[in-house]
């Protein structure tokens, strides 16, 4: 394990079924009893594991420290658009008021792929795989949100935690867009 500070963010990183959600509900988890808000975001993910997830939350008694915002698959993507951004104005909220919280996004390929839906259906020229060429900076603007207050601003802090899911270990289609922040 690597340790975080707070304010910081860390990419989780890999294909389907390795354990990546799992990683970030452990660390939820062993938050418990402390005063850090966690806020798990799921975009496009099956209703049924969003309701696995969120009871893994409240099995470890983890859910009184824990926000969920939801929109699974079946939802539009305008609304799978906008959740992380919901889940970030919520984490904003805590570290204005002084407290530090941690976001986990789950998981921005997904988030990805609702803005190329949107931007397809806009008609704005698309980029490599359809993505449209701003998907980069759009997911850095969301993970900038992301600090450390001064004592003099209240000191809170928001740690992100955000997904990515990769397609056989392949993250050369992901890293022009998503992942150039984090090299």
């Not at 470890?60 to 699974?72: L, Y």
């Not at 204005?96 to 919280?101: F, L, N, P, R, T």
């Not at 001064?150 to 993250?171: M, N, R």
């Amino acid at each position: 394990m690597i340790p975080i500070g707070r304010g910081q963010r860390e990419l989780i990183i890999g294909d389907r079924s390795t354990g990546k959600t799992a990683l970030a509900i452990d660390t939820i988890i062993n938050q418990k009893g402390g005063d850090l808000v966690c806020i798990y975001v799921a975009i496009g993910q099956r209703v049924g594991k969003v309701a696995q997830t969120v009871a893994k939350i409240e099995e470890f008694g983890a859910f009184e420290h824990t926000i969920v915002v939801s929109a699974n698959a079946a939802d539009s993507a305008p609304t799978q658009f906008l959740a992380p951004y919901t889940g970030c104005a919520i984490s904003e909220y805590f570290m204005s008021q002084g407290k530090d919280a941690l976001i986990v996004y789950d998981d921005l390929s997904k988030h990805a792929w609702a803005y190329r839906q949107m931007s397809l259906l806009l008609r704005r020229p698309p980029g490599r795989e359809a993505y449209p060429g701003d998907v980069f900076y759009l997911h850095s603007r969301l993970l900038e949100r992301a600090a450390r207050l001064s004592p003099e601003l209240g000191g809170g802090s928001l740690t992100a935690l955000p997904i990515i899911e990769t397609l056989a270990g392949d993250v050369s289609p992901l890293c022009p867009y998503k992942c150039d922040i984090y090299y």
